[in-house]
């Protein structure tokens, strides 16, 4: 570079020096965090530009890189949050600064551009790059939402989201990279799906963007482990044709034709339902087995996120709306709008409980100390990252701002509990197919929770701070019911009896994030010093409003 170049590369280095410190990894798991990597690719496609203006060489192909970088990162930097806010657009993101960019290092490699990506390297401390744990991260989200909202792989391909049109398509390059990440995961049903969808979109391209034979090496075993043995060996030999000493696919061919063998099956090459790779590969032709849920009730969890009705339609037209004053002198002035989802237990949904405001500065406390979400160990209660709940969170005390001391009042005010045993406010914003499986909040038996000397959580007080484009309920798998996001909205729900014994109906989940980004904030609140504000009735299962 010349002395200029160097000065102007050093300028932009302190501008991202003296922004706040960003914490690197698990980028994917939050919108919030996310953002921040529109920046970073604004300053590779600065830095790009810079370095072929000094390089004649292989000029052709570097600034088709630049091409396509500069269009993606304009579409994003006209609205980060709302680019963002689709999963396509997001897996797409994290993949051009992950895998997409190696290949751009390779091609700057092969000559004087090596110096240019050592000072890339050196500074990825400075720039935020997503890691290749990002990009699994983002490819499994997608593959949630997948299966969670039953969406079509060719329509996701294409961009569309329930039936609308949300993002550019994807090439049979990005949906080669899709099926390699499930791969890698162990997950054949969906490297099949996004193998196939690679396959049909590889034969339309004009520009290639990945090799037929490294579509068919996955795909063909993948079909193999799905049940499917006659068609894996016609897309074998379809590999064999276009390599004809695939080593690998030597060896899988002499194994398929053994178990045809022994199931007394004579295979003709050219016979069988995709037999014919001319013409689009149907994957409706195969047996295919989804992975199985975590839980029990994984259908009935999947279908509340879906929307479906499932509540019995005399439980739900016993529920009612009202306003409630709790005895508390503000609110005979301003009472308060509750609905009933659910009155056994009970769980009710507050209405204007949170101001704009109030979100805003919590929002702005909460940002700059997020980290991965953590669940507790049900052994030790220690808290670790699981893919069991992909969001990141972060905790605000009371003390920190009037707002937070105000709202944690305001709780205490609506529900008539005693707020001094209660945790500290958690914030949570969701990214990529954010979610939270189904769990409970209290510790069951033989479960073990950070001991406050406050007993176990009796209820648990949640705030929606963002309306949500799809996606995004609350769903309570046992009892058949959604909670939709409401910006300004809170839910609240006892997680114990009023004997002190744990509901099990009170299980429950954060549906994957569709589209938008899903911000939510809780309180749990515990058993000490609620003996007299919530005491037992007659009946162990009482419950009073």
């Known amino acids: 570079m010349t002395n200029m170049r160097i000065l102007q590369f050093l300028s932009a280095l302190l501008l991202l020096l003296i922004q706040p410190k960003i914490a690197l990894g698990d980028v994917f798991s939050a919108v919030a965090g996310m953002e921040v990597l529109v920046a970073t690719e604004s300053e590779l496609v600065k830095h790009l530009d810079t370095y072929i203006q000094e390089e004649e060489n292989r000029m052709k192909q570097l600034r088709g890189f630049l091409k396509e970088y500069e269009s993606m990162n304009q579409e994003a930097s006209v609205d980060a949050s709302k680019y963002l806010a689709n999963p396509i657009n997001a897996y797409l993101l994290v993949k051009r600064l992950t895998s997409d960019w190696k290949k751009v290092e390779k091609v700057m490699s092969q000559n004087s551009g090596s110096a240019f990506v050592k000072?890339?390297?050196?500074?990825?401390?400075?720039?935020?790059?997503?890691?290749?744990?990002?990009?699994?991260?983002?490819?499994?989200?997608?593959?949630?939402?997948?299966?969670?909202?039953?969406?079509?792989?060719?329509?996701?391909?294409?961009?569309?989201?329930?039936?609308?049109?949300?993002?550019?398509?994807?090439?049979?390059?990005?949906c080669w990279e899709l099926g390699r990440q499930s791969y890698n995961n162990g997950d054949h049903y969906h490297t099949v799906l996004w193998m196939a969808e690679a396959l049909n979109k590889f034969e339309k391209e004009s520009s290639k963007t990945?090799?037929?034979?490294?579509?068919?090496?996955?795909?063909?075993?993948?079909?193999?482990?799905?049940?499917?043995?006659?068609?894996?060996?016609?897309?074998?030999?379809?590999?064999?044709?276009?390599?004809?000493y695939h080593e690998r696919a030597i060896g899988n061919k002499k194994h398929y034709e053994k178990l045809l063998r022994q199931r007394g099956i004579v295979y003709r090459k050219g016979e069988g339902v995709n037999a014919n790779l001319s013409e689009p590969f149907?994957?409706?032709?195969?047996?295919?087995?989804?992975?199985?849920?975590?839980?029990?009730?994984w259908d009935v969890y999947e279908k509340l996120c879906r929307g479906e009705k499932l509540m019995d339609l005399k439980i739900e037209g016993s529920l009612r709306c009202r306003y409630i004053t709790r005895?508390?002198?503000?609110?005979?002035?301003?009472?308060?709008?509750?609905?009933?989802?659910?009155?056994?237990?009970?769980?009710?949904v507050y209405h204007d409980v949170i101001s704009d405001e109030e979100i805003a500065t919590v929002k702005k406390l909460a940002q700059p100390k997020f980290q991965r979400a953590t669940v507790q160990k049900r052994e030790t209660g220690e808290r670790?990252?699981?893919?069991?709940?992909?969001?990141?969170?972060?905790w605000l005390k009371n003390e920190e701002h009037e707002y937070v001391l105000k709202i944690d009042r305001r709780i205490g005010d609506i529900t008539g509990l005693d707020m001094a045993t209660a945790e500290d406010l958690q914030v949570c914003n969701y990214g990529i197919g954010g979610h939270y499986e189904p769990h409970y909040d209290y510790a069951r038996k033989g479960e073990v929770q950070k001991d406050f000397g406050w007993g176990n959580r009796i209820a648990t007080w949640l705030f929606y701070m963002s309306d949500v484009e799809a996606g995004g309920a609350t769903v309570f798998p046992k009892l058949n019911l959604s909670l939709w996001p409401k910006k300004g909205s809170a839910a609240f729900w006892y997680n114990l009896d009023p004997n002190g014994e744990g509901n099990d109906f009170t299980q429950h989940a954060a549906c994957p994030v569709l589209t938008g980004s899903k911000w939510v904030s809780n309180k749990w609140i515990h058993e000490r010093n609620q003996e007299f504000r919530r005491p037992c009735g007659l009946q162990p299962d009482s419950e009073m409003l």
């Open 119 to 174: 000072n890339i390297t050196q500074h990825r401390s400075v720039l935020l790059f997503p890691s290749d744990d990002d990009l699994k991260g983002a490819a499994v989200a997608l593959m949630r939402l997948q299966d969670t909202y039953k969406l079509d792989t060719h329509a996701l391909a294409e961009g569309n989201l329930l039936g609308k049109k949300y993002s550019r398509h994807l090439t049979a390059g990005d």
């Open 282 to 297: 149907n994957t409706a032709n195969l047996k295919l087995t989804k992975p199985a849920g975590s839980t029990d009730n």
């Open 384 to 394: 670790e990252v699981s893919t069991f709940r992909i969001a990141k969170s972060s």
């Open 210 to 244: 990945v090799a037929k034979e490294n579509i068919l090496d996955y795909l063909a075993f993948s079909t193999f482990k799905q049940g499917n043995l006659e068609e894996a060996l016609q897309l074998t030999d379809e590999l064999l044709n276009i390599v004809p």
């Open 327 to 348: 005895n508390v002198p503000f609110f005979f002035i301003q009472p308060i709008k509750m609905e009933e989802a659910s009155l056994k237990p009970l769980i009710v």
